[in-house]
């Protein structure tokens, strides 16, 4: 079976899977699916659609956008995104705007005259203070 649009091939996963909380082994719970909500978290990004058109397949969107904020949250996208630059051939991440638009809700975390709560970068992790 192909890799379906927007998904990552089986050297990619391969690449990023150990990156990732929710191991058998890790604190806490397990994930049930890494690979499927991380595909899902990428259907969004790069089809530049709404949490809410994310297809079923990828599971409820209300529960894949939360693990993607508290992942945000917990500095895990940071993390993914700092072992990869590190790889001086970056086959394994090649993001630019043509691939990954910004929905209006994205662009900063906040809605138009809110001043609390963190504000967040277009992949959603923290800036720092």
């Given at each position: 079976?192909?890799?379906?649009?927007?998904?990552l091939t089986e050297a990619q996963w391969a690449r990023i899977a150990p990156l990732l909380p929710g191991k058998d082994g890790d604190p806490g719970r397990s994930g049930s699916d890494n690979r499927l909500f991380v595909n899902g978290v990428l259907w969004v990004l790069r089809s530049g659609a709404f949490w809410q058109h994310l297809p079923e397949r990828y599971g409820k969107w209300k529960t894949v956008h939360a693990r993607f904020t508290r992942w945000a949250k917990a500095g895990v996208w940071e993390k993914v995104f700092n072992d990869l630059i590190k790889d001086r051939r970056n086959e394994y991440l090649m993001l630019d705007s043509t691939l990954v638009?910004?929905?209006?809700?994205?662009t900063t975390g906040r809605g138009s005259g809110q001043k609390k709560g963190p504000r967040i970068r277009l992949w959603g992790v923290p800036e720092a203070d």
């Open positions: 079976m192909g890799v379906k649009r927007y998904e638009r910004a929905h209006q809700q994205a």
